[in-house]
């Protein structure tokens, strides 16, 4: 017997509640067709190199989901699996950089064609929410994942902050694939305030 969303959510608590929150809406745009189709595709870059891909990301800024709208701290991490997919390790703390650590560990799963910028996320099975590298600079220090429904979008950094200039130039980016940047969010780093307190 299927679960309900309810009891689901009780059962998995935060991941079940991400899941909902970046799954779901894929699933309705793509079953519905709904204005996000009179919108071109979000271009994925032409070619991601998986290994140098791999390690710590730092979460800049996004659009987040609803369990990440008080997130401080936030890391992803990606470590590729003997069977070709990509453990995902998503660390972060609610609210307080003196919040408990929390975490969650989905599999990406890289699309066939793709050049390995399209992945599928899976939180729970069997449900794929679409994972685009939309952006991606060539030292491989800066990234944006993005979702054609436009509705969640990050912009993560293998370093807690980035220059100004770099901030903007991506805000561009991102207004340029179609989302309403007056939604991000910048997401506080602990790890950046003691570097820009520490002395010389």
Not at 54 to 60: N, P
Not at 66 to 85: L, N, T
Not at 119 to 137: K, T, V
Request: glycine content about 6%; some cysteine; hydrophobic content about 40%.
């Amino acid at each position: 017997m299927m679960r309900t969303p309810a009891h689901t959510i009780k059962r998995h608590g935060p991941r079940c509640a991400l899941w909902l929150a970046t799954a779901l809406p894929l699933g309705v745009g793509l079953s519905a067709c709904n204005g996000d189709s009179e919108r071109a595709p979000i271009q994925p870059v032409a070619q991601v190199d998986l290994p140098r891909y791999m390690g710590d990301w730092y979460v800049i800024a996004s659009i987040p989901s609803f369990v990440e709208r008080q997130a401080v701290d936030a890391v992803e991490s990606y470590e590729r699996r003997p069977d070709g997919k990509v453990q995902t390790t998503f660390r972060y703390r609610n609210g307080s950089h003196e919040a408990e650590l929390q975490t969650m560990r989905p599999v990406g799963t890289v699309k066939p064609d793709t050049h390995n910028a399209v992945w599928g996320m899976q939180f729970i099975w069997p449900i794929q929410a679409e994972y685009l590298i939309a952006y991606l600079d060539k030292d491989y220090q800066q990234t944006i994942v993005a979702r054609n429904a436009r509705d969640y979008v990050w912009l993560m950094a293998r370093t807690p902050t980035i220059s100004e200039a770099d901030y903007q130039a991506n805000l561009t980016r991102i207004q340029a694939m179609g989302y309403d940047i007056g939604k991000l969010r910048k997401v506080p780093q602990q790890a950046a305030s003691a570097s820009q307190s520490s002395p010389p």
